[in-house]
Nanobody
Framework: VQLQAFGGGLVQPGGSLRLSCAAS????????MGWFRQVPGKEREFVAA????????SYGDSVKGRFTIGRDNAKSTVYLQMNSLEPEDTAVYYC??????????????????WGQGTLVTVSS
């Protein structure tokens, strides 16, 4: 399984970014997908999850109402639309794949398929 995440960069507070994660080497339609983020010295934080069919979705409390996860099954790609970005959103963002939605949302220690990470910096 290969997950290639991209789309990170520098953005001002209040701005938007869209992350993408392209997958290969897996039966795409059987996998739930998710996004996590991590700041050096802190624990990895759950950001968003989406089931193989596109629903349900779930979000971490700190991003609810600002971030939206989606997937394009024809392109084997998952997206994270991030709006109203805050300096606290600065982190390396990782995409992940798992055979069950619950693994993404509640058992991330069992995830074995991770992207390489893309850095998002929110700063003026």
């Amino acid at each position: 399984v290969q997950l290639q995440a991209f789309g990170g960069g520098l953005v001002q507070p209040g701005g938007s970014l869209r992350l993408s994660c392209a997958a290969s080497g897996l039966t795409w339609r059987r996998y739930a997908m998710g996004w996590f983020r991590q700041v050096p010295g802190k624990e990895r934080e759950f950001v968003a999850a989406i089931n193989w069919s596109g629903a349900p979705t779930s979000y971490g409390d700190s991003v609810k109402g600002r971030f939206t996860i989606g997937r394009d099954n024809a392109k084997s790609t998952v997206y994270l639309q991030m709006n109203s970005l805050e300096p606290e959103d600065t982190a390396v963002y990782y995409c992940a794949a798992a055979e069950t939605y619950n693994t993404i949302t509640h058992r991330s220690s069992r995830i074995s398929s991770w992207g390489q990470g893309t850095l998002v910096t929110v700063s003026s």
